[in-house]
């Protein structure tokens, strides 16, 4: 078991103009579950291979507990790697794919049947060690190919989207696996995905990365909350985070007030005086809200709390009707902001696409149809607020 520093870890692909991770810094904690989580093409994988010892580092370091490993051979820096296209032995039952790393390095028959059959228990292998991989469904031969990594008992357990070559349905219980697995053997792990649910649920920490750069690196839910700039805000969560620029007015007595097209969304004043928002009057902010912060203001289980509300007309454009939920899309007046992230262009219809609607998460009482003008109700106490040049949260100062 050992703690991980990344200090300025820095990689520039040879002819490459950017560097593909830069300037890396990271303290993992001895026995933490740390997630890198990010668009495609931001440096994941990169990374990840650089603590491997997979990828030449071109700057900066990186230390497995007290020793700089960046000379260090990947079979000698103490490390186990699961990569999402794993490989089993087809001709070797699943004691054998298990101990193999064991035999290759000549540890005695009795510890290796220790540790197969400790490992088995761990991973619940235990009434498989006799069937080929063949026989094994997706999700048994992902935990064989762990359990192999995991047999040499390694300071440093890395995997690379190991999940996303198993159905939807596999992946979420190889989720809770993996993480009860990673708490049983307190090894520090790190764990790469561009799912943001595998991300948030598996997690001690989160590092949000994008273009090579470090966003934010938190706990799930600080991470949800208190996002520290516009990418964050609009990466995680789904459907992602409302975020529109507008002016922002500080009236009187700390009232201050949002454009929304013609409408005004009043914010509370102890937001405006806690964030000191009145160095932004009349200017222009990044605001943001999610969509389970906003309420059909005509149906039920709207909030009570004046003090908490603001309501404004919009045009409903589409109702998707989930049983448990309704998403609601609308017309707020406003054009919405939308961070430069592929996956999430995918979903809006590409880079040429329209500007999404707002969304809203209705409860499912809500019987809002498109093409109604329906009041919704913004919980303000909830609203985020972005620096228009910085793009970083709006924090107290
Ligand atoms: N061997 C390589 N040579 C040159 N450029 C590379 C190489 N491998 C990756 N890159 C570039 O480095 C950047 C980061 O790639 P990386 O594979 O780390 O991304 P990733 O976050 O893992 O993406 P994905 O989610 O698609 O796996 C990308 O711009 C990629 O094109
Ligand atoms: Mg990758």
Same mark, same amino acid.
């Given at each position: 078991?050992?703690?991980?520093?990344?200090?300025?870890?820095?990689?520039?692909?040879?002819?490459?103009?950017?560097?593909?991770?830069?300037?890396?810094?990271?303290?993992?904690?001895?026995?933490?579950?740390?997630?890198?989580?990010?668009?495609?093409?931001?440096?994941?994988?990169?990374?990840?291979?650089?603590?491997?010892?997979?990828?030449?580092?071109?700057?900066?370091?990186?230390?497995?507990?007290?020793?700089?490993?960046?000379?260090?051979?990947?079979? !000698? @820096?103490?490390?186990?790697?699961?990569?999402?296209?794993?490989?089993?032995?087809?001709?070797?039952?699943?004691?054998?794919?298990?101990?193999?790393?064991?035999?290759?390095?000549?540890?005695?028959?009795?510890?290796?049947?220790?540790?197969?059959?400790?490992?088995?228990?761990?991973?619940?292998?235990?009434?498989?060690?006799?069937?080929?991989?063949?026989?094994?469904?997706?999700?048994?031969?992902?935990?064989?190919?762990?359990?192999?990594?995991?047999?040499?008992?390694?300071?440093?357990?890395?995997?690379?989207?190991?999940?996303?070559?198993?159905?939807?349905? /596999?992946?979420?219980?190889?989720?809770?696996?993996?993480?009860?697995?990673?708490?049983?053997?307190?090894?520090?792990?790190?764990?790469?995905?561009?799912?943001?649910?595998?991300?948030?649920?598996?997690?001690?920490?989160?590092?949000?990365?994008?273009?090579?750069?470090?966003?934010?690196?938190?706990?799930?839910?600080?991470?949800?909350?208190?996002?520290?700039?516009?990418?964050?805000?609009?990466?995680?969560?789904?459907?992602?985070?409302?975020?529109?620029?507008?002016?922002?007015?500080?009236?009187?007595?700390?009232?201050?007030?949002?454009?929304?097209?013609?409408?005004?969304?009043?914010?509370?004043?102890?937001?405006?005086?806690?964030?000191? /928002?009145?160095?932004?009057?009349?200017?222009?902010?990044?605001?943001?809200?999610?969509?389970?912060? /906003?309420?059909?203001?005509?149906?039920?289980?709207?909030?009570?709390?004046?003090?908490?509300?603001? #309501?404004?007309?919009?045009?409903? #454009?589409?109702?998707?009707?989930?049983?448990?939920?309704?998403?609601?899309?609308?017309?707020?007046?406003?054009?919405?902001?939308?961070? !430069?992230?592929?996956?999430?262009?995918?979903?809006?219809?590409?880079?040429?696409?329209?500007?999404?609607?707002?969304?809203?998460?209705?409860?499912?009482?809500?019987?809002?149809?498109?093409?109604?003008? @329906?009041?919704?109700?913004?919980?303000?106490?909830?609203?985020?607020?972005?620096?228009?040049?910085?793009?970083?949260?709006? #924090?107290?100062?």
């Amino acid at each position: 078991m050992a703690a991980v520093h990344l200090n300025n870890m820095t990689k520039v692909y040879d002819g490459a103009d950017e560097p593909a991770v830069d300037s890396l810094d990271l303290e993992i904690d001895d026995g933490e579950f740390l997630v890198l989580v990010g668009p495609s093409g931001c440096g994941k994988s990169t990374a990840l291979r650089m603590i491997a010892g997979l990828e030449f580092i071109t700057g900066g370091t990186v230390s497995i507990g007290e020793t700089v490993v960046n000379d260090i051979p990947p079979k !000698d @820096r103490d490390i186990a790697m699961v990569f999402q296209n794993y490989a089993l032995y087809p001709h070797m039952t699943v004691a054998r794919n298990l101990d193999y790393p064991l035999r290759i390095a000549k540890v005695g028959t009795d510890e290796i049947n220790s540790r197969v059959a400790s490992i088995a228990r761990t991973l619940q292998l235990t009434e498989l060690l006799e069937r080929k991989p063949s026989q094994l469904s997706g999700g048994q031969r992902q935990r064989v190919a762990m359990g192999r990594a995991l047999i040499r008992r390694p300071a440093v357990f890395l995997m690379d989207e190991p999940l996303s070559n198993l159905d939807a349905k /596999l992946r979420v219980s190889m989720r809770s696996e993996i993480a009860r697995i990673q708490r049983d053997l307190d090894v520090t792990t790190v764990y790469v995905t561009h799912d943001q649910v595998e991300a948030m649920t598996m997690g001690d920490r989160v590092v949000v990365l994008n273009g090579g750069h470090l966003q934010q690196v938190a706990p799930p839910e600080e991470l949800y909350n208190k996002p520290a700039n516009v990418f964050v805000a609009g990466f995680i969560g789904s459907p992602a985070m409302n975020l529109w620029s507008s002016t922002f007015v500080n009236a009187d007595n700390n009232a201050g007030t949002i454009a929304m097209g013609q409408q005004t969304l009043a914010v509370p004043p102890e937001i405006v005086s806690d964030l000191n /928002l009145s160095r932004y009057h009349n200017k222009e902010l990044t605001v943001g809200i999610r969509p389970d912060d /906003l309420h059909d203001a005509e149906a039920d289980m709207v909030l009570s709390d004046s003090s908490k509300t603001s #309501t404004v007309k919009a045009k409903i #454009t589409l109702r998707e009707a989930l049983g448990s939920e309704v998403i609601c899309h609308f017309d707020a007046g406003v054009e919405r902001v939308m961070i !430069d992230d592929p996956d999430l262009q995918d979903v809006v219809g590409g880079e040429d696409g329209p500007t999404p609607d707002f969304v809203g998460r209705f409860a499912p009482s809500s019987d809002a149809q498109a093409g109604q003008t @329906r009041s919704i109700q913004f919980d303000v106490s909830r609203l985020h607020f972005f620096d228009n040049e910085t793009g970083l949260r709006v #924090t107290v100062s």
